[in-house]
């Protein structure tokens, strides 16, 4: 007679992929800092307590993106090689968490990094009044395409400046212009540094021949300011496969964006 037999290695740790949501005016930044209360920090020290993870070097925990103080997010993501699975960890994690909801789940590769997405957008509620909003959407395509921002973003000396910009959408809310930027990878404070320089060129106070000469001579060292951090918020990461949503949760954290609004206005 023979048998089927099961082995199952104890030792075994499933890599999963949580999307989550957060408020950042209540955090100085994302990325976790020596005795600072950020957004990743917070979640990896609830991770550590219900023993989800031992550390973030053993269970090899990634993040999507690393958003500035005040830089909302109704969409990021981390992965980690998980020591248990709980059936309810979305819940045991948003419970827990103040100013941050966990709504979405998956399991994914081992070999899955989360900073290497399809695409990323990122979405600004800019104040309408007293700018010329045509102005401002006749200025934004000079964004699109593959450019050199390094007039356009604070790029890091082991950064390539070089990026693309997909797509640039607008629509408008109350009194507010949305601008919804869709790439890959940004650069950091990219997205802040170009609506400055939109702004501008609404109020009357740079021209587009200004944008398109900074863009075409990165060397040239030019300045056209950062817009607030708080109207920004990273609405989307996208990948080749699915999450699994909790949609109760997933109701709390898109009260977060409205919340913002509120704020703002």
């Known amino acids: 007679m023979k048998y089927n037999i099961l082995i ?31 957004v990743e920090g ?13 550390n ?7 993040s999507a993106s690393r958003t500035d103080k005040g830089v909302s997010a109704f969409c990021n993501i981390i992965s980690f090689n998980a020591n248990k699975l709980n059936n309810n960890i979305l819940e045991l994690l948003s419970n827990e968490l103040v100013n941050i909801v966990v709504y979405a789940m998956a399991k994914v590769e081992p070999d899955f990094n989360p900073r290497y997405a399809k695409h990323r957008q990122y979405r600004y509620y800019l104040n309408s009044k007293d700018i010329d909003i045509e102005k401002i959407i006749s200025a934004t395509s000079i964004f699109t395409g593959k450019h050199n921002f390094s007039n356009f973003a604070r790029v890091e000396k082991h950064k390539n400046p070089v990026r693309t910009i997909d797509n640039i959408v607008f629509s408008e809310l109350d009194d507010f ?4 930027f869709f790439a890959q990878t940004y650069l950091w404070q990219q997205v ?10 609404g109020k009357g106070k ?59 206005q």
């Open 56 to 62: 973030t070097k053993e269970s090899k925990f990634r």
């Open 42 to 54: 917070e979640i990896i020290k609830v991770l550590i307590k219900h023993k989800l993870i031992k």
């Open 8 to 38: 199952i290695n104890i030792n075994y740790k499933m890599k999963i992929a949580l999307k989550f949501a957060y408020d950042g005016r209540y955090f100085y930044g994302y990325a976790r800092q020596p005795n600072l209360k950020t």
């Open 206 to 264: 740079l021209k587009e021949k200004q944008i398109i000469e900074a863009l075409e001579n990165p060397n040239k060292k030019v300045d056209f300011g950062v817009a607030p951090a708080e109207p920004l918020i990273l609405k989307d990461i996208v990948y080749d496969f699915n999450f699994r949503l909790n949609q109760n949760l997933l109701n709390q954290a898109k009260k977060f964006e409205q919340k913002i609004i509120s704020f703002l």
């Open 192 to 201: 802040r540094r170009i609506v400055s320089a939109l702004e501008k060129v």
């Open 177 to 180: 212009l949305i601008i919804d």
